[in-house]
């Protein structure tokens, strides 16, 4: 019934843009416009991350939702916001301190909503970067060295 080939496009472009409306929303409207800059940072600094590492992360949420969303670099973009996620469902980063770190939503359970908030949404938001990393921009994505409007591209592509 459907065409995979024709829709495959279609689908990596709406969960492109999907996700970098999300990392916009996170960034730009609750780290900068809600918590500011210098609250983001207060945050970071008190679940043991350096407070310059909160500034980072709402710049990366930012420039990576706009790269999304515009179809550039998709596949690098996707793959460089997932240490963001897993920094978000486990304190500690980098990996080789992951087996004795704090826990940031791991240990408030599963739901998000719970008080902490939960480890579902950053470990599914995860999972989706690591998806679009692997089908690509899809239709309608701008590329640096391919003009705009020059039609769908194939997710494999």
């Known amino acids: 019934m ?3 080939k024709a829709t495959t496009p279609y689908a990596a472009a709406l969960l492109r843009v999907a ?3 999300l990392f916009l929303a996170h960034g730009g409207l609750l780290k900068l416009g809600t918590f500011g800059l210098a609250g983001t940072m207060q945050f970071f600094g008190s679940i043991g991350y350096p407070p310059l590492l909160g500034a980072a992360v709402a710049f990366a949420e930012i420039l990576g939702g706009l790269a999304l969303i515009a179809g550039l670099w998709v596949r690098w973009v996707s793959l460089a916001l997932v240490p963001v996620l897993l920094g978000a469902t486990l304190q500690h980063l980098p990996v080789p301190v992951l087996l004795g770190a704090t826990l940031q939503h791991l240990p408030a359970g599963w ?6 908030g939960g480890w579902e949404f950053p470990a599914f938001w ?6 679009q ?3 690509g921009a899809g239709a309608w994505a701008l590329y ?5 409007g020059a039609g769908p591209r194939a997710a494999a592509a």
């Not at 739901?111 to 902490?116: E, I, K, T, V």
């Not at 640096?144 to 705009?148: I, M, S, Y």
């Open 144 to 148: 640096p060295a391919r003009p705009a």
């Open 111 to 116: 739901l998000f909503s719970a008080p902490g």
């Open 19 to 21: 996700l970098g409306v």
């Open 133 to 135: 990393a692997g089908l």
């Open 126 to 131: 995860t999972v989706a970067l690591l998806v």
């Open 2 to 4: 459907f065409d995979e």
